[in-house]
């Protein structure tokens, strides 16, 4: 019976700790009062920021979660550390989780979809003591990586390291515009994929649930927002399919591919391309849609298609 007892008190603990950790931190955006405006503090905002938007999008996201491309170990040791240092926990615990939002996708055993509301959605969902834990079988590809799970359990050391080094080389202003400023922005940013891109945006392809596209969303995650394109074909190490399509992360990725260090990146499919092509004609109201070959092809019109010509 005790024994019963303080394993309940051990499951609590973590989740009572990790929400007052988690507001204390957000709180710090209130530093922000604290000092002047800065056009220094801007840029290292910025650059906090993108840097580990890219470890997010491009590390836990296409990397972790999708194998959408391939790196050496020790880059993606480095992917890791940059990710981790967002402050959304570890590399294989985000992965596996994202996994599972794949499988269940706005459905009841969905981890985040907005049909549960907009705040279990944008964040409290991984406040809840149920998933503290991940399902190793979701990320053992990854989780043979001793390093990997050290900076998975460890989570905490990346964002303390840059916080450390942020007060170390420009002290208070970039401490507050680079840490506190720039985490609470980059949190917001990533989690509006899982709440707003369910919501808001065009639905290009059929994906069996709500994921749209949304170019603004693509903008501050630096492609993410492309997530339609995403759910219909999510191996892909570009999200945003077509060159009109804003992917800041896929592009990085291309000039890390003609440096060696990335390689094998996967593109989606010409029947995918070709696709997404047809259904923007439609949509359009078009008769005809250039295919990714440079072929013209008729789209059938109403009458057609009811007589089955």
């Excluded at 998933?131 to 050391?157: A, G, M, Q, T």
């Amino acid at each position: 019976m005790n024994q019963n007892v303080i394993t309940e008190n051990s499951t609590a603990k973590p989740q009572i700790l990790s929400m007052i950790v988690f507001f204390l931190v957000s709180l710090t955006v209130l530093t922000a009062f604290t000092v002047p405006f800065s056009w220094e503090g801007v840029v290292v905002l910025l650059v906090s920021y993108f840097v580990r938007m890219f470890g997010i999008t491009a590390g836990f996201h296409r990397y972790f979660s999708h194998n959408s491309y391939k790196t050496s170990r020790v880059f993606q040791f480095v992917l890791a550390w940059i990710g981790t240092s967002a402050m959304q926990k570890g590399p294989l615990w985000w992965a596996a989780h994202h996994r599972d939002h794949h499988k269940y996708s706005d459905t009841e055993k969905d981890l985040h979809s907005p049909r549960k509301g907009f705040w279990h959605s944008h964040m409290l969902w991984f406040l809840k003591s149920d998933f503290n834990d991940y399902d190793p079988k979701n990320i053992k590809d990854y989780s043979k990586y001793p390093e990997l799970v050290f900076i998975d359990k460890h989570y905490w050391l990346p964002p303390v390291s840059l916080a450390v080094f942020l007060y170390l080389a420009g002290g208070w202003l970039w401490l507050v515009y680079g840490y506190a400023i720039a985490t609470f922005l980059l949190g917001h940013g990533t989690w509006t994929i899982n709440s707003l891109s369910h919501v808001f945006g065009k639905q290009r392809f059929e994906t069996g649930d709500d994921s749209r596209n949304n170019w603004f969303l693509a903008i501050i995650t630096m492609g993410e927002g492309w997530h339609n394109n995403h759910h219909y074909y999510r191996h892909s190490a570009n999200q945003g399919f077509y060159w009109y399509e804003f992917d800041m992360s896929f592009y990085i990725l291309k000039l890390l591919g003609w440096t060696g260090l990335i390689w094998d990146l996967k593109k989606p499919p010409v029947h995918v391309m070709e696709e997404g092509f047809k259904r923007d004609a439609i949509r359009k109201g078009k008769e005809k849609f250039k295919s990714p070959t440079g072929e013209w092809i008729k789209l059938p019109t109403p009458s057609m298609a009811r007589s089955g010509s």
